[in-house]
């Protein structure tokens, strides 16, 4: 008798879209909530979390870096500033990642990549809640004040 092992489905694309979803997801949230945050803690209101303006708030780019000399050299800095950069662009980029997101969630379903799957489920639903909280009030509010 021979023994035949079952080698899983894996589909690297989708689980390529799951670590770049989750990339600029990260940096994106770093780069609009990350830099209210600190914009909040930077004048001593926190109340201004949820009414971001520049009258309240000041220019963004006056808070950053959080932490340490506000230099080339400082890694904080370009850190906020890059996910600060991206954060700007929020529109197109939840428009590639959910097409990409849903690309992929119907390429990992047919290879039947369960694991993949369930993770593009996941990435893919926060893109859509982002892309969501963006178009509202509040998420336009705040893409204005990150313009500034």
Known sequence: MSRQDRVSATS??????????LLLLTMSLIGSFGV???AA?????LPAVLDPRVDRLGDPKDSLPPVGPDSAWNPLLWVFELA?????????????????GVAALIRTWRVGDRQAFGWLVVSTGVWFALAALALT????????WLLD
């Not at 991206?86 to 990642?97: I, K």
Request: hydrophobic share 60%; proline share 5%; aromatic share 12%.
């Open 137 to 144: 009030p509040y998420g336009t509010q705040l893409h204005g």
């Open 12 to 21: 690297f694309g989708g689980r390529i879209v799951v670590a770049a979803q």
């Open 41 to 45: 803690l930077h004048v001593r209101d």
């Open 36 to 38: 209210l945050l600190v």
């Open 84 to 100: 600060r950069v991206l954060a700007m662009f929020v529109y197109p980029l939840a428009f590639v990642t959910l097409v990409l």
